[in-house]
Structure formats: structure tokens, C-alpha cells
């Protein structure tokens, strides 16, 4: 009870003191969310109701993006509401639960891209077998798995850090609740149980990552063994998105972790919490638009029904 005691609120980083540019902030975070928040909506919905994306490669992308709505959920409008009513502070249970939320989303986000990859091994190299495989019930275990793991990884990493005592004050140079910058405010320079976590999260990262990597390699291989260029642009066209989203969130968090610990409160730290909590959760649904003629399709269709939908009544009004 003596971190509880101790501190009992936060304060955040702000982008700026002067009130003209936190209005900015303000601005720009709220295009950044609508935009997310609109991207990822018509991604669930396209597939949702088109019935030719009801396969286990577009399940797992709706679940990819009801993370990534999650995700940037946590963090944005908690900072647009700060610098909208020009205030730092959160509440110590607050920024528990954004902690815990934040980390369960990201946790999710990896694992999931993680499936995906093997399910990209199975449709490419064994073609024949990926309708056993990749079955519904193998889908929704593979799915529940992966918010469970995400879950209990973000309990484990929550509960070790919010166990210590803060005594270094209370400003954490971010502009969400971030565990290495709460680590800072620590009484001792380490602990035991948070230093376990490290170890086994970046043991599990390395595994997922090296697992995506080994299935790349062999879906590489087989694809370069296909006869026909038509097969081997439609195999990579369907892998280009995956890797794309992949490369995007493990460069942009491992920079943002790996990073010296001694840069102190900057510039640089908002901005690499901007890249890896903001950018990947904007972008998936774009890259997935674009590079993907089947979701293209989907969507144009649906901005296509819903427009004509709007003429139709238009018409009926003014008749």
C-alpha cells in the first residue's frame, strides 16, 4: 500500500506548454483517432458483410483490427482531453488500467500477427490441407487463445510494476502511463520481479518474431516454386500486407524499448511513443486497403451501397 500512500496521481508529458499548440495537439490527435477509428470500422464491417471474406485469414485480420481500435483507444483520448483542458494529471487507478489495457492490446496485436503468419504458411505450403487445418474451431481456439495470452501477459507486466513503491515523484516523461518510464520513479534502481518480466517478454518476442520469420522463409520457397507468375503475384500479394503490418509494429516498438534509457524526458521520447502506440494502428487498415484487392473490393462496394442508399432517399424526399 505504500506506492498508494506515496503517489496517488501522475502527471503525463505534454506536447507543448503554450496553449496554441496544445489546441494543435488537440487537432491533429483527434484527425489521427477518427481516422483509426474509421478505418479499422469499415475493415470490420466489409468483411462482416461480405461473405466471400469469411475465411480464417480475414477473421483473424477483424480481430487484428478490434486490437488496433483498442489499442490507440488507451492512449489518445486520455492526451487529447489533457491538453484540451491544459492538465497532466492522471489518476494512480487510471493509469493502471491504461497500463494493463495498453499492454494487453500490443501483447494481442503480436501474438495475433503471429497466427496470421502461420496462416499464411498453411494456405501457401500446404494448400491441400488448409481447409482442416485452418477449420472454424481451430480459428476460434487460435483467436481465444490469443486475447487469453494477452490477458495474462499484460497481468503478469502490470502487477510486477504497480507492486513496487514510487518515491521519485510523479511525472512520467511520456504522454501515456508507459512501465519504463514508471519504472524511473521507482524507490530502488531494480526489482527482482519486474526484471523477470523483462526477461520473459523479450524471450517471448524473440520467439514469435523468429517463428514469423522461419514461416517467411519457407512460404518464400514455395512460392518461388510455383510454375505459372500469375501464382506467385497472387501468393505474394496476399503475404505483402502481413509483412508490411509486422515489420511496421516489431521496428517501431523494439525502437521505442531498445532505446537508451539515459535520453531522459524529450522530444524524441513523445515521438517514439507516437510511432508505436499511434502510427501501426492507423496505418494496418491502410495497408490492408490498398494492398489487398479482395478488402479494396469489399469496401468500394459498401462506400458504393451506402452513397446510393443516401441518393435514393435523397430523391424520395424531394419527391
Avoid at 508529458?13 to 483509426?36: K, M, N, P, T, W
Avoid at 469469411?54 to 487529447?80: A, E, Q, R
Avoid at 514455395?222 to 496476399?238: D, H, M, N
Wanted: hydrophobic fraction near 50%; proline fraction near 3%; charged fraction near 10%.
Amino acid at each position: 500500500m505504500s506506492n498508494q500512500t506515496t503517489v496517488t496521481e501522475f502527471l503525463l508529458l505534454g506536447f507543448s506548454d503554450i496553449r496554441e499548440l496544445q489546441i494543435l495537439h488537440f487537432v491533429v490527435f483527434l484527425v489521427i483517432y477518427l481516422a483509426a477509428l474509421m478505418g479499422n470500422l469499415l475493415i470490420i464491417t466489409a468483411v462482416a458483410l461480405n461473405h466471400h471474406l469469411h475465411t480464417p485469414m480475414y477473421f483473424f485480420l477483424v480481430n487484428l483490427s478490434i486490437l488496433d481500435l483498442g489499442s490507440i483507444s488507451v492512449t489518445i483520448p486520455k492526451s487529447m482531453a489533457n491538453s484540451l483542458m491544459n492538465t497532466r494529471s492522471i489518476s494512480y487507478s487510471g493509469c493502471v488500467i491504461q497500463v494493463f489495457l495498453f499492454i494487453f492490446f500490443i501483447s494481442a496485436d503480436f501474438a495475433l500477427l503471429t497466427v496470421m503468419a502461420y496462416d499464411r504458411h498453411v494456405a501457401i505450403c500446404q494448400p491441400l490441407h488448409y481447409a482442416t487445418v485452418m477449420n472454424r474451431r481451430a480459428c476460434v481456439q487460435m483467436a481465444a487463445g490469443v486475447w487469453i495470452s494477452g490477458i495474462l501477459y499484460s497481468a503478469l507486466h502490470t502487477g510486477s510494476t504497480f507492486m513496487i513503491s514510487f518515491c521519485g515523484g510523479n511525472m512520467v516523461d511520456q504522454f501515456f502511463c508507459e512501465i519504463p518510464h514508471l519504472l524511473k520513479l521507482a524507490c530502488s534502481d531494480s526489482d527482482l520481479n519486474e526484471t523477470v518480466a523483462i526477461v520473459f517478454s523479450a524471450c517471448l518476442a524473440l520467439s514469435c518474431f523468429v517463428f514469423i520469420i522461419v514461416s517467411y522463409v519457407q512460404i518464400f520457397k514455395a512460392v518461388l516454386r510455383i510454375p505459372s507468375e500469375q501464382g506467385r503475384r497472387k501468393a505474394f500479394s496476399t503475404c505483402l500486407p502481413h509483412i508490411t503490418v509486422v515489420s511496421l509494429f516489431f521496428f517501431t516498438v523494439a525502437f521505442a524499448y531498445l532505446k537508451p534509457t539515459f535520453s531522459g524526458a524529450s522530444g524524441l521520447d513523445l515521438m517514439v511513443g507516437v510511432l508505436y502506440s499511434v502510427v501501426p494502428p492507423m496505418m494496418n487498415p491502410i495497408i490492408y486497403s490498398m494492398r489487398n484487392r479482395e478488402v479494396k473490393g469489399s469496401l468500394s462496394k459498401l462506400i458504393g451501397w451506402r452513397l446510393f442508399s443516401k441518393n435514393k432517399m435523397s430523391i424520395c424526399l424531394h419527391l
